[in-house]
């Protein structure tokens, strides 16, 4: 391996341990992707995930300075090719290689600087925030599944935008609490914190489950290579969609709801098995 080379991997591998600090859980369902996936999708979410760090947790520090300053970084180590930050570089090195439109990138930055000064979302608003934050990464994922088909990439892009959005909604569910008392957000249009009630919740679970449905059968026409760790994903978050659905506004109100480590392997077992027999 030649210094270049080293300097690409190390880059790389830089983005795979910040995916499994970050997240168990997509580390799990990267961990089952086909080797060639996994490098590009590590890059991806440590993109996103230090963007997202930025915004949600370096509260003493001017943080819009420093998406202004991330967003200038990002756009540079796309146009020249190279970045001396390694989470940058490796990203540029997929966007680049896949084809990675600057639109979805956009996107996301943009839903990025909305949480740096919106606290209430209309429903326009919220649209806008969930393609951005959640959709195009899903999309950008896809661009990575689908390696140059562009015909399968637009067959799958209405239920991988559907499958981000759900995912998102559900994150929006579980930590309404903690984006509420240490954000001052609350993401859902028309919903009041104070008065969050179970006719609001269900409102909300039928958009999640709606888009769910419509996820699916893309799910299943992924590529070889990449639907049991997709699948997987949705199983993780199916599960934490069901135990936030047990239970009732108020206590989704007053505590994060999880799923455990143990019925993690236990999904990751499964879902294995019905990939394995063709029943997903």
């Known amino acids: ?17 910040i995916t499994r600090r970050y997240s168990t859980s997509f580390s799990l369902g990267i961990r089952l992707f086909h080797r060639r996936f996994r490098p590009p999708i590590y890059a991806i979410y440590g993109f996103v995930r230090f963007a997202d760090e930025i915004v949600d947790t370096f509260h003493q520090y001017p943080k819009k300075e420093l998406l202004d300053r991330f967003r200038e970084d990002t756009d540079r180590a796309i146009r020249e090719g190279i ?41 326009s608003a919220y649209d806008t925030y969930i393609y951005g934050s959640a959709e195009v990464v899903g999309l950008m994922c896809l661009r990575v599944f689908c390696e140059g088909d562009e015909a399968r990439y637009q067959a799958l892009k209405a239920p991988a935008r559907r499958l981000g959005a759900a ?39 039928a958009d999640i489950q709606a888009d769910f449905s419509a996820a699916l059968e893309g799910i299943r026409r992924l590529p070889d290579g990449t639907r049991l760790g997709v699948y997987l994903a949705y199983k993780y978050y199916t599960q934490l969609f069901a135990k ?24 990751l077992f499964s879902s294995a098995l019905r990939h394995r027999l063709n029943f997903l």
């Open 1 to 17: 391996m030649n210094h270049l080379d080293l300097f690409h991997s190390t880059c790389t591998e830089c983005s795979r341990l």
């Open 83 to 123: 970045s001396l930050n390694p989470v940058l570089h490796a990203f540029q090195q997929v966007v680049r290689q896949y084809g990675i439109e600057r639109e979805l990138i956009d996107a996301f930055l943009n839903s990025m600087a909305m949480d740096l000064d919106r606290n209430n979302y209309n429903a």
């Open 167 to 205: 995912f998102q909604k559900i994150n929006f569910l579980r930590d309404i609490k903690s984006d509420h008392d240490d954000r001052g957000r609350v993401y859902f249009p028309g919903v009041d914190f104070r008065y969050f009630d179970d006719a609001a919740k269900r409102e909300i679970e």
């Open 244 to 267: 936030i659905k047990g239970a009732p506004a108020k206590r989704i109100a007053e505590e994060r709801f999880r799923v455990s480590d143990k019925h993690k392997v236990y999904l």
